[in-house]
Nanobody, 114 residues
């Protein structure tokens, strides 16, 4: 199965973007899905995650600004990003976990200008 991330782009500080992640197969059942981000020279960090039952978790830096959601039937996931800050600039990756394997999307670049 492959994950396709989309929705990145250039936005001014204070603006919004919505990232999407779609799995190539709808018959896979993922336990946890999540978004990560990475900037040059830094480790990839977790931004938000959501379980199959809808329980969510957010990094402190994005709480109150980002909202993660998923559609289990379609195997899609979204990240609504509001009140974006220049420090949110990064390549964002989606990840989907099964009991045996972690699947990663190819990344989508988010650039927030000040």
């Amino acid at each position: 199965v492959q994950l396709q991330a989309s929705g990145g782009g250039l936005v001014q500080a204070g603006g919004s973007l919505r990232l999407s992640c779609a799995a190539s197969r709808s018959d896979f059942r993922f336990n946890v899905m999540g978004w990560y981000r990475q900037t040059p020279g830094k480790q990839r960090e977790s931004v938000a995650s959501i379980t199959s039952s809808g329980r969510t978790n957010y990094a402190d830096s994005v709480k109150g600004r980002f909202t993660i959601s998923r559609d289990n039937a379609k195997n899609t996931m979204h990240l609504q990003m509001n009140s974006l800050k220049p420090e949110d600039t990064a390549v964002y990756y989606c990840k989907a976990q099964t009991t045996l394997y972690d699947y990663w999307g190819q990344g989508t670049l988010v650039t927030v200008s000040s």
